[in-house]
């Protein structure tokens, strides 16, 4: 059974970068397709970046805000990451890896069977 653990979070100032990873065990991340979503409080679980088993990639922020989050995987498939940038304070949340075996990406969190923890991510002066 697979094993997500999330690292990274913590308190950033607004207009700061975090990123988020994600270590898979035992097994690898190979032929998953992966995902980060994030809760804020008082709302539902949404999702922010996903990349297929193929290597597509679906970011579902707006498109102005496309640019800031961005997920990736190392070379081993071991880890995956979020690279969060120019961070507001709504984007306050607990943040979510995910992974399924499955071929497309979904914005639906039940779609996913493999979940971390989640790791507390606070924007604030």
């Known amino acids: 059974q697979m094993q997500l653990v999330e690292s990274g979070g913590g308190l950033v100032q607004p207009g700061g970068s975090l990123r988020l990873s994600c270590a898979a065990s035992?097994?690898?991340?190979?032929?998953?397709?992966i995902a980060w979503f994030r809760q804020a409080p008082g709302k539902e679980r949404e999702p922010i970046d996903c990349i297929t088993k193929q290597g597509a990639r679906t970011n579902y922020f707006a498109d102005a805000e496309k640019g800031r989050f961005t997920i990736s995987l190392d070379n081993a498939k071991t880890t995956m990451y979020l690279q969060m940038n120019n961070l507001k304070p709504e984007d306050t949340a607990i943040y979510y890896c995910a992974a399924d075996q499955g071929s497309f990406c979904s914005r639906w969190d039940t779609y996913f069977f493999f979940w971390g923890r989640g790791t507390q991510v606070t924007v604030s002066s």
């Open positions: 035992p097994s690898t991340l190979h032929n998953y397709t």
